[in-house]
T-cell receptor, first 115, second 111 residues
Framework: IAGITQAPTSQILAAGRRMTLRCTQD?????MYWYRQDLGLGLRLIHY???????GKGEVPDGYSVSRANTDDFPLTLASAVPSQTSVYFCASSRLAGSSYNEQFFGPGTRLTVL | DQQVKQNSPSLSVQEGRISILNCDYTNSMFDYFLWYKKYPAEGPTFLIS?????DKNEDGRFTVFLNKSAKHLSLHIVPSQPGDSAVYFCAGGDTGNQFYFGTGTSLTVIP
């Protein structure tokens, strides 16, 4: 593993089903993030974690939950998927928490379609 | 409400010429700005950054200019190459935990 990996690469999901998107980083970064990318809206932050054991809400957290049991993993869960959650989801990490002077590294993304 | 705006969805430039991508922001508390490049089916990759204490940062063919009074930044690519064809996102952030991204500009460099 080098950098950030995400799984699955893509998924088609029936509305109402539960889904967990996986994210793992091997850079020992403290902070991790989940974004969704939608046409015309750019990248929007869903949830973030400054360090293992802590999480916070971003710009569009409703319908999503996260956990950060250890440094490397940051799964994103949709408890009951709805069609508006159809999007491309990107996980990212940064060495430090907080945004100043702190670039984020992105995973390859998960394309999710909710029918 | 978009705090970071990229008003040009697309831009086409001849190879060897200058590409100028623009970005405007509304939050005067932003103190750090990033530009990311994204190829299809890949995650965004970091390109260049600038802090609010500077008005210019240069890295090879890429230069970012910041005009704080106008709340405007721009990315210059000189000379443009076909491999630069991608979607470019700008992002701004303050001392909190969140970066706000623009909607992206798709750059096509014509050989």
């Amino acid at each position: 593993i080098a950098g950030i990996t995400q799984a699955p690469t893509s998924q088609i999901l029936a509305a109402g089903r539960r889904m967990t998107l996986r994210c793992t980083q091997d850079m020992r970064h403290n902070a991790m993030y989940w974004y969704r990318q939608d046409l015309g809206l750019g990248l929007r932050l869903i949830h973030y974690s400054n360090t293992a054991g802590t999480t916070g809400k971003g710009e569009v957290p409703d319908g999503y939950s996260v956990s950060r049991a250890n440094t490397d993993d940051f799964p994103l869960t949709l408890a009951s998927a709805v069609p508006s959650q159809t999007s491309v989801y990107f996980c990212a990490s940064s060495r430090l928490a907080g945004s100043s002077y702190n670039e984020q590294f992105f995973g390859p993304g998960t394309r999710l379609t909710v029918l | 409400d978009q705090q970071v705006k990229q008003n040009s969805p697309s831009l086409s430039v001849q190879e060897g010429r200058i590409s100028i991508l623009n970005c405007d922001y509304t939050n005067s508390m932003f103190d750090y700005f990033l530009w990311y490049k994204k190829y299809p089916a890949e995650g965004p990759t970091f390109l260049i950054s600038i802090s609010s204490i500077k008005d210019k940062n240069e890295d090879g063919r890429f230069t970012v200019f910041l005009n704080k009074s106008a709340k405007h930044l721009s990315l210059h690519i000189v000379p443009s190459q076909p491999g630069d064809s991608a979607v470019y996102f700008c992002a701004g952030g303050d001392t909190g935990n969140q970066f706000y991204f623009g909607t992206g500009t798709s750059l096509t460099v014509i050989p």
